[in-house]
């Protein structure tokens, strides 16, 4: 099916209390970084995030869910309305998240 550039401009409104957010588009989705490590993306037009411990015990009733099929499991931001949490959710899953992989030339 694929995201809406709507729902995208809407997630990036919601995380604007940085300006180190950044995005990529893939087949009609969206990776989303913080501070250049991925942390989620929009697929669907649903804001999924790494489950990483962090992230789990921030939500602990949030829903595992695939980004597409093949992909493993992520977890649903049902709270995209709360930026204060948005802000905290992405602070602390920072340090869990693997450091980019350095590209090919």
Same mark, same amino acid.
């Given at each position: 099916?694929?995201?809406? /550039? %709507? ?8 995380? *604007?209390? *940085? %300006?180190?957010?950044?995005?990529? *588009? ?32 921030? =939500? ?13 499991? =992520?977890?649903?931001?049902? %709270?995209?309305?709360? /930026? ?8 602390? =899953? ?12």
């Amino acid at each position: 099916m694929g995201s809406t /550039k %709507d729902y995208l401009e809407y997630i990036l409104e919601q995380l *604007s209390f *940085s %300006d180190e957010i950044t995005y990529r *588009s893939m087949m009609g989705e969206y990776i989303i970084y913080y501070r250049g490590k991925i942390i989620g993306g929009i697929y669907d037009d649903r804001f999924l995030v790494k489950p990483v411990k962090s992230a789990k015990e921030m =939500m602990p009733n949030a829903r595992m869910e695939l980004p597409y099929e093949g992909a493993k499991e =992520m977890l649903l931001v049902d %709270d995209v309305e709360n /930026k204060k949490f948005l802000k905290e959710l992405l602070e602390a =899953m920072y340090d869990e998240l693997p450091a980019p992989k350095k590209r090919r030339k």
